[in-house]
């Protein structure tokens, strides 16, 4: 995910401004432009070192686009930077990663009719306070179509990428267990599956 942006200087901008907006420290954009003072001209173009962890949202950037090129899922995308729109605007700081827990200790649940966090919490052996810390919820309510991150209790799960002829099926089979088990472990509604998708299947 390291890259390199180019940034043009604006009416305004100072170097201390640039690098908190782009999360870097001055002295990480004077080095990489060989710059040896903190003057900057309007029209300027400065090399900015893109961190892992944040996007800066560029004109005709949507969701879909920025996930796809980072190799992540809308839904996750918008997890991790509590976004409940898919609205977007120029020059706005997307976060790429959780800041205080590893993803890959966790896995996606889409809220369904009829959960609760204490259902959810029950079922994934869990607390409902460990449950609304991970998530940063302030209260029980949950929303149908709501997506919350929850711990993976069992390590030896297996994690799946989905790929073209792949169906709910075929993957239990391959795995020798049922196409309910993986709904169930993914908080899936339907067998629609999408390319790229990443399931967790039981392990036996």
Known sequence: MNNIEIYTVKKGDTLYSIAQKYNVSVDEIKNLNNLTSNQLNIGQQLKIPN???IYVVKKGDTLYSIANKFDMSVDELKRINNLTSNTLSVGQILKLTYDDVNPDQFFEYTIKSGDTLYSIAN???ISVDELKQINDLNS?????GQV???PIKNINNIEYVVKSGDSLYSIAKKYNTSVNNIKELNGLNSNLLVIGQKLLIPSN
């Open 51 to 53: 961190n892992s962890n």
């Open 123 to 125: 079922k994934n052996g």
């Open 140 to 144: 029980n309510m949950l929303s149908v």
């Open 148 to 150: 919350i991150l929850i």
